[in-house]
């Protein structure tokens, strides 16, 4: 069974007020998304393996750690995923980019590509999934098909906010996902929203 993990950490509940907020423009919530970002990757990124390299501090000879390799992989769901991708990137920052564009349908709530972008090779590398809104958990479930076709070495989803049928929806056909989140809103309205929420994540990030 995958863990949902709410980092419920004074510091990224803060700033996600400031998202929630109606009158927060759009500069100060793309700064304060790439902020949060950071917190929710280094939760997600706890357990990327690492090594042991000799080096020299000033005083002495040492093994010290390092990422191992191979380098992971943070693919963006287009557009909204781009909010949180520089933020994760600053705690990876030997991740390379991957970018899938996913459009919703607005009568059937289903996810419709029109972009396709990742690095030649994913086999054996870490995924981190982001997108801010896991909703009807529809684009994350395909964006984790997608990506999991080519062999990576583990998937984690990085969101926001999510709703409860979002993760019942991920749980089930990914179980072995883990879900680093801020927080489980009660409600996914008719149209897909969730309730609070903070809105559209896409409109709010890129003024639209
Ligand atoms: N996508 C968003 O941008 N907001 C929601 O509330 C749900 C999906």
Redesign the pocket.
Known sequence: MNAVIVVDHPAVQDRLTTLRRRETPPAVFRATLREIARFLAYEATRTLPIRSVPIETPMAPMDAPVFAEPPPIVLSILR?GNGLLDGVLDVIPHASGAFLGLARDHVTLQPIEYCWKVPEQVAGRPVFVVD??L?TGNSAVAAIERIRALGPSSVTLIALVAAPPGVARVHEVHPDVPIVVAAVDPILDHR???VP??????DRIWAT
């Open positions: 909204a801010p809104m909703a897909g929203y969730i929420g903070l809105g559209d994540a896409g």
